[in-house]
């Protein structure tokens, strides 16, 4: 049957325009290469959360995505995973063997042997390529999703692929795959409205050559994961300070701003009627995130600026609501108390260049991954009667050191200009 | 030389409400006009009893066939009583006392040293009357200047209006305190001695905030608030206890500690807003003031990080403390 369908591609490829098979032929050739993974309590033996996995090799090795295993990693004496296979009600333990926290991928192993498996290769694909992404949307049994390929993202930290079609929660983990069964990608998130995102596959073949390799030794996974996020920030973190970020004038303020192609930035002024000030943000932040658990993400970074204007209050008034501007703190950055600590700040002063701020820097530490902390550090200019400036660096996941360049770097960039 | 002789009548607290010196002996006690102590109390018969001088010179109690019958509050042989100075003896429902000129009394009491004072000059209602109202604008003035959103008059002055309602509360507490104890109310003078409290507790607060903001210390703020909490609320107790004229000083200094403690302790519990380890807020208190922004003395950013290790420390503490 395989080779059937590879014929024809071939063929097809050979004489165009493309004859696609249709998606029924598609599903009825892989449908049994693909999984369903469930993880349960222990305790309850209740169902916590399902995804999918599909079989990569013929001792039974599968590929899914680090977040639908993470608890088990997380909290491997709480929480265990199973798999089954189509409508079979049976199920077969799952080990974890390895994860790739940075991509979201995890390589799982069943002790049953699979009938069929996909051979995992790199590859290279036109944008407008079909695809057919695989997996148990909402546990409705397995599903077939037809898209498209856009190419990789723009403006991401990470490589994620573009994938134009709906993948719904319970389908991470599956493969995407062209309609001759190679697997491009695995499903991994979705941005709603037919935008969704795979991990390219190039990730999933390292991590299963390296998890294959004769020298491989499963380690703590905890501690993998831990290794994992502080390479990952490490990366980025210094590729940040190798950066010259470009200013935005603001209020007489010159401000850093997008610092690197994959953040974000938008500005907005605000002027309330009835309010005698207004204000104007101006924000910037990654795309990218690294799921740890499902209470925590970690390797995110943003910051902004805040200009605060009156021309009706006195400078009481003001500075009263300057304190309470800048004193609410939205972090977002979610986390539950088995997960982070409380934060703990540092108020102080600092001048540069003439300016002297008023500044806050708080730390919290991941319990249980030592030497990663998420940052807030906030800064308040004062000094200026009836102008204020609050700005804010945020990132989580980042060891402490980092945390201390990143503020270091980002106050070099502020300066006055008027 | 002539013998002083005094009958004391007492309440029932035992204090002196009456003092009749008697001109003669035999002396007559009864409801009748005639005697020389004359008692309101029906249940005193007209000519109830005679206080004689007997030959030997005591003095005693001889009930003259009254309804109800004299009690002597000493050791006596039944019939005709003797008495020494400072014995008491009920007639009817009332308590006497008998006195003789030797009778030791309690030394004098220094006046409190309070007397004379601010306290003192309160007693004039119209200084007590512009202490409210000056209040009343001191904390309008707080309201306006700590206003953004909304700087109309009656934004300013409710809350300002509402502050003073509570305090006017407060001193009818204090002032129904009064009245029980001593039969005055005193009113305007509690009401003023609260008014001041809460402008001197207005201007801790404030100098608390300016100390936060110039020396950036979290810690410096809390203990002048905390001191000067303390001392605010101490003063005020003693002021409402020195208004009360019937308590003494020790008295006073002892509800004032009381009082303290136990406003204090409330206003710890009503602050308390649970453990300390809520992981989606984030604790600053970073009060930014209109002036005194120059006075700050600022640091670099390294030395400001360098400052900031120990929040690592606590955090590290925190996590390996319980890995849960």
């Known amino acids: ?418 | 030389m002539e013998r002083v002789i005094t009958v004391e009548v007492l309440d029932r607290r035992g204090r002196v409400r009456e003092r009749v010196r008697l001109e003669r002996l035999p002396a007559f006690v009864g409801r009748a006009y005639t005697n020389d102590v004359v008692l309101e109390d029906r249940f005193v018969s007209e000519q109830h009893c005679a206080i004689r001088e007997t030959e030997s010179g005591e003095l005693s109690i001889e009930d003259l066939g009254s309804l109800n019958g004299v009690k002597v509050f000493t050791e006596i042989p039944s019939g005709s009583l003797t008495l020494r100075s400072g014995d008491r003896f009920r007639v009817g429902e009332t308590l006497l006392r008998l006195v003789t000129a030797t009778h030791p009394v309690a030394p004098a009491e220094p006046l409190p040293a309070d007397e004379g004072g601010l306290l003192h000059a309160l007693r004039d209602f119209r200084l007590a009357l512009a202490v409210v109202i000056a209040s009343l604008a001191i904390f309008s003035l707080e309201e306006y200047l700590t206003a953004y959103y909304d700087t109309g008059f009656m934004a300013v002055a409710s809350p300002a209006l509402l502050g003073l309602g509570a305090l006017g509360l407060w001193s009818g507490i204090w002032a129904f305190v009064n009245r029980l104890l001593t039969h005055r109310f005193d009113y305007l003078r509690h009401l003023s001695c609260v008014c001041l409290a809460a402008v001197a507790y207005l201007l801790v607060e404030s100098f608390s905030e300016y100390a936060e903001f110039i020396f950036s210390s979290e810690r410096l703020g809390f203990a002048i608030r905390f001191i000067g909490g303390a001392a605010t609320t101490y003063l005020l107790f003693s002021a409402h206890m020195a208004v009360i004229p019937a308590s003494t000083r020790r008295l006073r200094r002892f509800w004032a500690l009381g009082g303290t403690s136990l406003l204090l302790g409330l206003a710890s519990l009503l602050s308390y807003t649970g453990p300390d380890d809520l992981v989606d807020e984030i604790p600053v208190r970073v009060p930014i003031k209109a002036v005194g922004a120059s006075l700050i003395l600022p640091q670099t950013t390294s030395e400001f990080l360098e400052g900031a290790r120990w929040v690592r420390e606590r955090a590290d503490e925190e996590a390996d403390k319980e890995d849960r």
């Not at chain 1, 088990?72 to 077969?92: C, F, K, M, N, W």
């Not at chain 1, 799982?108 to 148990?136: C, I, M, N, W």
């Not at chain 1, 970690?298 to 910051?303: D, H, P």
Request: some cysteine.
């Open chain 1, 1 to 418: 049957m395989i080779s059937i369908v590879a014929s024809r591609l071939v063929f097809a490829t050979e004489a165009a325009p493309i004859q696609v098979p249709p998606t029924e032929e598609v599903f009825r050739s892989f449908s049994d290469r693909v999984v369903k993974i469930e993880v349960q309590e222990t305790g309850s033996a209740a169902k916590a959360s399902i995804g999918s996995g599909f079989f990569v090799s013929p001792l039974g090795h599968l590929v899914t995505n680090y977040h639908v295993v993470a608890e088990v990693v997380q909290h491997p004496d709480r929480y265990r995973a199973s798999l089954s296979i189509g409508d079979e009600e049976e199920t077969a333990a799952l080990e974890i063997l390895n994860v790739d926290v940075a991509h979201d991928l995890a390589i799982v192993k069943s002790e049953t042997a699979p009938a069929r498996h996909f051979t995992l290769a790199e590859v290279d694909a036109p944008q407008g390529l079909r695809l057919y992404s695989l997996g148990h949307p909402l546990d409705l049994g397995l599903n077939i999703v037809e898209g498209t390929y856009n190419g990789f993202l723009k403006h991401a930290l990470d490589e994620r692929i573009h994938f134009t079609g709906s993948l719904n929660p319970g389908m991470s983990g599956g493969p995407a795959i062209t309609a001759e069964g190679r697997v491009m990608g695995v499903n991994v998130a979705t941005a709603g409205e037919q935008v969704s995102f795979l991990v390219p596959v190039g990730w999933a073949v390292l991590l299963l050559q390296e998890t294959l390799s004769p020298g491989f030794q499963r380690g703590p996974l905890v501690e993998v994961v831990r290794r994992q996020i502080l390479d990952y920030q490490e990366r980025f973190v210094s590729e940040l300070l190798a950066s010259s970020p470009p200013r935005v004038k603001l209020g007489g303020f010159d401000l850093p701003t997008r610092p690197a192609p994959y953040f974000n930035c938008w500005a907005d002024a605000n002027r309330d009627d009835g309010v005698g000030y207004e204000t104007v943000d101006h924000q910037c932040a990654t795309d990218d995130y690294i799921f740890v658990s499902d209470e925590l993400v970690s390797g995110q970074l943003w910051f902004y600026h805040r200009l605060l204007e009156s021309d009706e209050l006195n400078r009481f008034q003001f500075a009263e609501l300057y304190t309470d501007d800048f004193q609410t703190t939205y972090h977002g950055m979610g986390g539950s108390e088995s997960e982070v600590t409380p934060f703990r700040c540092h108020t102080g002063a600092v001048g540069e260049r003439g300016i002297t701020f008023k500044t806050v820097f708080c730390v919290r530490r991941y319990r249980r991954l030592e030497g990663l902390y998420d940052m807030v550090f906030k800064g308040a200019v004062v000094g200026r009667p009836l102008v204020g400036l609050e700005t804010a660096l945020l990132a989580s996941g980042v060891s402490f050191e980092n945390a201390e360049a990143l503020v270091r770097w980002y106050m070099k960039e502020f300066s006055w200009s008027e």
